[in-house]
Structure formats: structure tokens, C-alpha cells
């Protein structure tokens, strides 16, 4: 399974940004799906999951009510709609795919991971 990333960049807080992931390798709607974000010395975390079919969602604390997670199985994507960012929201956002439909906030129980996209939000 590949997964690229792509949607990242600078944005001002308050400002938005839409991620996406598309993946390809597999048949992308079996398994759930999830984002992921690393800040610079910090520990990768948990941000977002979406189940198989996209109709369950799971967030953080610290996004929700300001990101969506979907997820469009006709064209193997996977996309994070990223509101009212904060300066804190700057990291490197990675998406990651599970073999399982079980959804999971822990990353070491996701199979495939993509190659990264900066996410930089400034004050």
C-alpha cells in the first residue's frame, strides 16, 4: 500500500487548510483510516480516524470541533478539513492506513503510513 499526502503549507491562525491522502496499492475501503501529526520534539499523536465506510469519525480532544476527517472510497482518499488553526496545529501531518476496519487512535496498530506534509500555522 502507498499513501501520499498532500494539502500542507502556511497559514495564519484562524486560518484553514484541507489535507488529503490518497492512497493506492490495495482495496483502500476495507480498512479503517487515520491522521497523525509530529511536532518538532514532541511524540507522533493521534488527530483523527475514520472508519471503513467514513460513517464513524474519531478526533482529539484538541481538534475537535475544528477538523473533519472523510474519507471517499470511489477514489481512495482519505482528507482532513483543518478550521480555525492554531499556532499549536504546526506539525508534520502524516495519514496512515489499517489492514482491519477496526478504528484505533494508537499508531503502532496502523499497517501503512504516508510520507509527511508540513503543516505550518503562524501567530
Known amino acids: 500500500v502507498q499513501l501520499q499526502a498532500s494539502g500542507g503549507g502556511l497559514v495564519q491562525a484562524g486560518g484553514s487548510l484541507r489535507l488529503s491522502c490518497a492512497a493506492s496499492?490495495?482495496?483502500?475501503?476495507?480498512?479503517?483510516m487515520g491522521w497523525f501529526r509530529q511536532a518538532p520534539g514532541k511524540e507522533r499523536e493521534f488527530v483523527a480516524a475514520?472508519?471503513?465506510?467514513?460513517?464513524?469519525?474519531y478526533y482529539a480532544d484538541s481538534v475537535k470541533g475544528r477538523f473533519t476527517i472523510s474519507r471517499d472510497n470511489a477514489k481512495n482518499t482519505v482528507d482532513l478539513q483543518m478550521n480555525s488553526l492554531k499556532p499549536e496545529d504546526t506539525a508534520v501531518y502524516y495519514c496512515?492506513?489499517?489492514?482491519?476496519?477496526?478504528?484505533?487512535?494508537?499508531?503502532?496498530?496502523?499497517?501503512?503510513w504516508g510520507q509527511g506534509t508540513q503543516v505550518t500555522v503562524s501567530s
Open positions: 496512515a492506513a489499517k489492514s482491519s476496519r477496526v478504528v484505533s487512535y494508537l499508531g503502532r496498530s496502523y499497517d501503512y
Open positions: 496499492g490495495r482495496t483502500f475501503s476495507s480498512g479503517a
Open positions: 475514520v472508519n471503513w465506510s467514513g460513517g464513524s469519525t
